[in-house]
């Protein structure tokens, strides 16, 4: 998730002030019915550009709540002409509560969440379990959940409060491969640059049985 707290440039508060409005999820329907792929957390908004590079035939959303990102993701949009992807400026949890149907999300990502690493912190962390329940309820049935972190305390915490619910079900024994289809995003290249080892996950709900 990202953590994009510093100033607005000129061209990222430009792309507030003018592209937002045909970007914003609330204010602007996608053009067609697709699979819906969401971000949370989109940082920069790199990985998220070349997933609509890569699958152009789904619609994409990205939520982030720091305008330095957002900014940034919306010239990348207009430089590029995606007419798939929409921004969601607001906590993910109102998103989904208030935004997402049940059973309407392809596949979400969650790409380097910000881990909270002191104990007293760990209430903030986003993948708590009510939250978790809120994806898997959000997700098709057979919608994949994927989550990456460099934080390995966290990983074993996701993995932990992933497997507890029970709509998700484990794709591996524990962790999983890399995703080789997303980008690697200025966190993964920064944990590694500092020794952390990658830990993916990725979880799928249930199918329905009747």
């Not at 002409?81 to 993910?92: I, K, L, S, Y």
């Amino acid at each position: 998730m990202s953590t994009q707290r510093g100033r607005l440039t000129r061209a990222q508060r430009r792309a507030l002030d003018t592209l937002l409005p045909s970007y914003e999820q609330r204010a602007t329907p996608y053009p067609r019915p697709a699979p819906l792929g969401v971000e949370i957390g989109f940082g920069m908004g790199e990985a998220l550009e070349q997933w609509a590079l890569a699958q152009p035939d789904w619609n994409l959303l990205g939520i982030e709540i720091y305008p330095s990102g957002v900014g940034a993701l919306l010239n990348r949009l207009e430089q590029a002409g995606f007419e798939n992807v929409r921004v969601a400026v607001e906590r993910a949890e109102v998103v989904l509560e208030e935004r997402l149907a049940p059973s309407s999300v392809r596949e979400f990502r969650v790409l380097f969440p910000d881990p909270w690493p002191k104990k007293r912190h760990h209430k903030r962390r986003l993948l708590q379990p009510a939250f978790i329940s809120m994806l898997a309820h959000r997700l098709e049935p057979g919608g994949a959940l994927y989550v990456a972190t460099d934080w390995a305390p966290y990983a074993e915490w996701a993995l932990e409060n992933l497997s507890a619910e029970p709509l998700l079900v484990n794709t591996s024994h524990g962790f999983s491969a890399r995703d080789d289809r997303r980008l690697v995003t200025k966190f993964e290249a920064r944990g590694k640059r500092l020794g952390h080892d990658i830990f993916d996950l990725c979880f799928t709900r249930r199918p329905e049985t009747s």
